[in-house]
């Protein structure tokens, strides 16, 4: 479980995220959306303990991430950045391997076991032909590919993705979102597509760094906001085959 109280972010007398109150209760997806810049990865990065907020605290599963350490978040907690690089001259396998660091010690060495966390998340991502490739020679939606398996193979309780789909094929995107909604973690994701975004079961609009909604997609999604936040207009169709509701949006001029 995630909860957020007061957490804010400021940078030469500017802040980027402001007084950011939230809970994401044990395996629910909650989706993070708003404009360019309004603050989506920041307030992931504060979550994950990339970025110290300057307000405000984090708490995973009740204890805060002073108390965690940063081995102690990496046991819970895995996060799949927006444009996340990797040291060059490292195979796939090997980078998907690097998400087992936190569990591993003098005590506990790599391990079969290992092998096999790490096999069964490139299989995840659709990934195993290419784990003897190096990561520098892969394209960009391969490469999200490995960063979600090594998210993956870290085994967390909750996973913070930003923009996961971003560089995938409709084919990756959609089965990517369904293994990330088929593991029953508890997951924050940042997402653009607003029709994938009705998929969370829980959203929150970010705007100017504030969180200035949360709610059902129903309850968020409104034409209102939609209007204030994006400046787009909606129209709501409905799939004649499941009678789901698909968003359309125009400009306002
Ligand atoms: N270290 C920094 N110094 C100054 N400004 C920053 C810093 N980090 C982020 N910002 C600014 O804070 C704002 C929020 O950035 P952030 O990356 O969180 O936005 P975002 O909602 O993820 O946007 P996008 O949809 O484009 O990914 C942006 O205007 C960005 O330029
Ligand atoms: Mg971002």
């Known amino acids: 479980m995630i909860r957020i109280s007061g957490v804010g972010w400021r940078t030469k007398g500017t802040h980027i995220v402001r007084d950011v109150s939230l809970t994401v209760s044990q395996g629910q ?8 810049g309004s603050g989506k990865s920041t307030l992931l990065r504060l979550i ?4 110290t907020p300057t307000s405000g605290q984090v708490r995973l599963q009740g204890k805060t991430l002073a108390e965690l350490g940063r081995r102690g978040i990496a046991r819970r907690l895995a996060f799949v950045a927006q444009a996340a690089e990797t040291a060059d001259r490292i195979t ?23 092998d096999r966390i790490v096999t069964e998340a490139l299989a995840a991502v659709d990934m195993a032909r290419f784990d003897r490739r190096d ?4 394209s960009g939606g391969e490469r999200q590919r490995v960063h979600i398996a090594r998210a993956l193979a870290q085994r967390p309780q909750i996973l913070l993705l930003d923009e ?4 995938l094929d409709i084919h990756h995107q959609l089965s990517i979102l369904r293994l990330i909604g088929d593991l029953g ?14 998929e969370c079961d829980r959203l929150g609009v970010m705007h100017k760094g504030q969180l ?3 709610g059902t997609p129903a309850e968020v999604m409104t034409p209102d906001l939609l209007a204030r936040v994006f400046g787009v207009r909606i129209r709501e169709l409905v799939d004649p085959v499941d009678g789901a509701k698909v968003l359309r949006f125009h ?3």
């Open 185 to 198: 973690l508890t997951t924050m994701i940042a997402l653009h597509d607003l029709n994938q975004a009705m």
């Open 92 to 114: 796939v396998r090997d980078a998907v391997g690097l998400g087992r660091t936190p569990w591993l010690s003098a005590l506990s060495p790599w391990s079969a076991e290992d």
């Open 212 to 214: 200035i909604a949360t």
């Open 48 to 51: 994950a303990g990339l970025q």
């Open 251 to 253: 400009e306002i001029c």
């Open 164 to 167: 996961p789909a971003n560089h």
């Open 135 to 138: 990561w520098m020679t892969l």
């Open 29 to 36: 997806r909650f989706g993070l959306i708003g404009p360019n």
